[in-house]
């Protein structure tokens, strides 16, 4: 599922057209990156929480070069809610 | 200017139309479109955000250790995000990695030995941003004999002689007379060896790179060595004044050692060129007793250098000739046969540093 079957599915639910949908969604995500670029954790309720975190730098291996050194890095993580595994495991055993 | 006003009017119609919607209630569906969605395909993608995928984990077979009962535990879905490209730059761009190495920790390996509170477990290698005064510290030729020397004499009164534990001098009337005599004993002991290897030394110019390179080989790897005991900094830490160039090709760093490393390896890891093994020496050369032996734990700097392995800037190699300059004189004093390939060694990254050390020693 791409941008354009979300819009399409997202401007059926909010009774908009879909020129409005994809203008509130671009804002929407938007303001969400603004909010991950700052370092705040951003929770989505029923889907799970993203946030920012910082890996510890180590060493690697490439096989074309051999080892290297991974610097220390801003990631980001994403925890899944809980009720996903219920909702999700049902949906697989139907 | 035309594409400016579009921009903008781009943006407020955007704003209108969330301000229409309502934000919670569009992130609401949106969370509700993009369950549907995981539901549907399995995969979410949003255009410049990421992509939320759903992943099943295998089933497998649990059994009971105590009642020996056995059920099969059914997949486990896990939802996992990856965010796009643009995303994942602008987070990195805002936050650099955490300065973890102080001024002092690189001022404390150039000048004192090292201490149980270093060795004590830290985060494992840490990236040093800019540190001009540090800097300044690994990079200035000028006072290495004189640091040589002192260090020497530190070592030697602070927490090693047993002559002066013995008599109960006090560390600072030792602090003034050992440099004194070292390098009385140094100068008469190189001059002799000096001149006889530069002419020896002008001689094979040309076979500097397998001089280095029989150097490289005849390294040997590390074993444990007990550390140090803690002593008292013998010189201030470090010049305040700022003046090293903080232009790095490759950035300075701290390495705490681990099992099977050696300063050889360090090179060829960090700077792709075991070569340049000596020049870490040459950052080290007060934590590091014994260069054929360093010990697990040791915090070791790796000092940085301003030009590329294919062209090295004038300071780097005259850093790297002094650290082959140093093995030079260590080996000699121990007796070992290879000395002599390290002065070749120093004469093959910069033909000045003889004269330099010859001066410095007056």
């Not at chain 2, 990856?82 to 602008?90: I, M, S």
């Not at chain 2, 985060?123 to 510290?137: D, E, F, G, L, R």
């Not at chain 2, 001089?211 to 790897?221: F, H, M, N, Q, Y």
């Not at chain 2, 007060?286 to 090295?312: H, K, S, Y």
Request: aromatic letters at 6%; proline letters at 5%; one cysteine or more.
């Amino acid at each position: 599922m791409n941008t354009s079957d979300v819009i399409k599915l997202l401007s059926a639910r909010l009774g908009a057209n879909q020129k409005l949908t994809r203008q509130a969604l671009k804002q929407v995500l938007s303001i969400l990156r603004q909010r991950l670029i700052a370092g705040d954790a951003v929770t989505l309720s029923g889907l799970g929480k993203l946030q920012v975190k910082e890996s510890k730098g180590r060493y690697g291996y490439i096989p074309g070069k051999g080892r290297c050194y991974i610097p220390a890095r801003q990631q980001l993580r994403f925890n899944q809610h809980k009720t996903i595994k219920d909702d999700f495991a049902a949906d697989k055993d139907d | 200017m035309v594409a400016a006003a579009k921009i903008q009017a781009n943006r407020n119609t955007e704003a209108t139309a969330l301000a229409t919607l309502g934000f919670d209630f569009v992130l609401q569906e949106l969370i509700a479109v993009i369950r549907e969605g995981l539901k549907r395909d399995g995969l979410v993608r949003l255009h410049q955000f990421g992509t939320f995928r759903l992943k099943y984990s295998k089933s497998r077979v649990y059994r009971n250790p105590n009642t020996g009962a056995t059920r099969i535990l059914p997949p486990t879905p896990l939802v996992s995000f990856k965010p796009a490209k643009q995303l994942r730059d602008q987070i990195q761009a805002t936050k650099a990695p955490a300065i973890a190495v102080s001024q002092a920790e690189i001022a404390r390996n150039t000048t004192a030995p090292i201490s149980p509170a270093v060795l004590a477990p830290r985060a494992q290698v840490a990236v040093i941003n800019k540190h001009p005064a540090a800097n300044s510290v690994m990079n200035d030729p000028a006072d290495l004999p004189s640091l040589h020397a002192t260090e020497k004499s530190a070592a030697q009164s602070s927490t090693r002689h047993p002559l002066a534990a013995f008599l109960g001098i006090s560390a600072l009337g030792l602090f003034a007379a050992v440099p004194f005599i070292l390098s009385t004993l140094q100068k008469d002991f190189d001059d002799t060896d000096i001149v006889t290897a530069t002419s020896h030394a002008t001689v094979m110019t040309n076979s500097i790179e397998a001089a280095a390179g029989s150097v490289a080989t005849t390294t040997p790897v590390d074993s444990v060595a007990v550390p140090t005991e803690p002593a008292k900094q013998s010189k201030p830490p470090a010049d305040e004044t700022g003046q090293g160039d903080n232009n790095f090709f490759l950035k300075p760093l701290i390495k705490t050692v681990t099992r099977g490393d050696s300063l050889w390896k360090l090179a060829q890891l960090h700077y792709g060129d075991s070569r340049l093994w000596p020049y870490i020496y040459r950052a080290n050369q007060r934590v590091i007793e014994n260069p054929d032996i360093i010990d697990t734990g040791m915090r070791l700097v790796i000092p940085g250098l301003q030009g590329n392995m294919q062209a090295l800037t004038g300071r780097d190699r005259e850093n790297i000739a002094e650290g082959y300059y140093l093995l030079y004189r260590y080996y000699l004093h121990r007796g070992d046969s290879n000395a002599r390939d390290f002065l070749l060694g120093a004469h093959g990254f910069d033909n000045r540093v003889l004269e330099k050390q010859r001066l410095a020693l007056g």
